[in-house]
């Protein structure tokens, strides 16, 4: 079975003149698949974010996560917000990628790649700005076609 990528989450946040009491630039990265709560430091009441749906898995071939970005999303100061990096096909079955988004699928959203006993088609948009992922490549490592 192929290995999948695993997907991603950045959120950048930068203080707002005035506020001293932070760091002027933070960046908090979810590399590990799960469903996370990132709190808003203060000073902070925008955030840009970038996301990465998570590879599907098959034995011949799986498509690639897409790649979303949005920037200027507005937050609270020490409200919470939920982070959800997508989870990889499971690798002993042909199977679909996760999506990984920032509060919800409607503020930015990128989808997992499919199997390619699927479609095999990269993940897609769902929102906010970016790119598909790659579709899957259905060369045969036996057959070397």
């Known amino acids: 079975m192929a290995m999948a990528r695993a997907a991603r989450v950045a959120i950048y946040a930068k203080k707002n003149a005035g506020v001293a009491s932070m760091p002027a630039r933070g960046e908090s990265t979810y590399a590990v698949p799960g469903t996370y709560t990132w709190v808003a430091p203060a000073g902070v009441t925008s955030v840009s974010v970038v996301v990465v749906g998570a590879g599907g898995t098959s034995g011949g071939g799986a498509g690639g996560g897409a790649l979303a970005y949005k920037n200027n999303i507005s937050v609270t100061p020490g409200a919470s917000y ?64």
């Open 82 to 145: 939920t982070v959800v990096a997508g989870a990889p096909g499971n690798s002993q079955s042909d199977a679909t990628g996760g999506t990984s988004y920032f509060i919800n699928t409607s503020t930015v959203a990128a989808s997992g790649g499919e199997p390619n006993s699927a479609t095999g088609a990269g993940g897609t948009v769902l929102a906010g700005t970016g790119g598909a992922g790659g579709a899957a490549n259905a060369f045969n490592i036996v057959t070397g076609k």
